[in-house]
């Protein structure tokens, strides 16, 4: 386990998260998983304790907004190799697979610099994209909705309802996009 500023920036808005859930407990309870195993910052991206992103499907259905935003760049990005729904092609693996055991770090470090003939044997290339910002800028909502898809969290086919894009999250996207 990993004790650096991932662990202690996650226990700060665990604090922070609770002391709001505190103040309004008149909420409905928002995810499926108990609270304390995820924690929410401020803009709305659930991370587990360790820090990875993941996703949060409400009991409804409801998806959060960086899942429902992974299953469009995913389609822009992604689905013309790895197919629709990262279900796989004939020549790129199906991702849905891949993260029942490639963590989130590795599954960053294959995006940015791309991998070769691991998966399959004949010139298989996944291309680096860690100059693509329409990818890396939106990386975390990719893996967040491969993830939901790989642990059956949400159905096939198009998202339902969905948490609305705050300002914040707003705000950070173009920042990345511009900077
Ligand atoms: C031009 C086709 C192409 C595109 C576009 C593409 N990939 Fe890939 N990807 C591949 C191929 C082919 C492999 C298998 C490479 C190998 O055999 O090592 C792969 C492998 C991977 C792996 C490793 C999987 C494993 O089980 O080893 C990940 C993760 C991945 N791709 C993610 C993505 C994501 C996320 C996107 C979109 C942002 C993307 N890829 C876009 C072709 C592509």
Redesign the pocket.
């Known amino acids: 386990m990993r004790f650096g500023t991932g662990f202690l920036s996650a226990a700060i808005v665990t604090a922070a998260f609770f002391f709001q859930a505190s103040a309004q407990a008149a909420d409905p309870a928002p995810a499926v998983a108990p609270a304390a195993e995820k924690t929410v910052s401020p803009d709305g991206k659930w991370s587990l304790k360790d820090g990875t992103p993941i996703y949060n499907i409400q009991a409804d259905g409801t998806m959060d907004w960086f899942t429902y935003s992974g299953f469009r760049?995913?389609h822009s990005?992604?689905h013309?190799?790895?197919g629709p729904e990262a279900q796989g092609s004939t020549?790129?693996?199906a991702?849905v697979?891949?993260l029942k055991t490639?963590d989130y770090a590795k599954?960053v470090g294959?995006?940015a610099s791309g991998?070769?003939?691991?998966?399959?044997q004949n010139n298989?290339?996944?291309?680096a994209?860690g100059d693509n910002k329409n990818?890396m800028c939106y990386l975390d909502d990719?893996y967040v909705y491969?993830k939901a898809m790989s642990d059956g969290a949400i159905p096939r086919g198009r998202p339902g309802s969905r948490v609305d894009k705050t300002a914040a999250q707003g705000k950070n996207e173009n920042d990345c996009l511009g900077g």
């Open positions: 760049r995913y990005e992604c013309v190799c790895h020549y790129a693996p991702l697979d891949s490639l599954f294959v995006v991998q070769q003939n691991v998966r399959f298989s290339i996944m291309p994209l990818v990719i491969i």
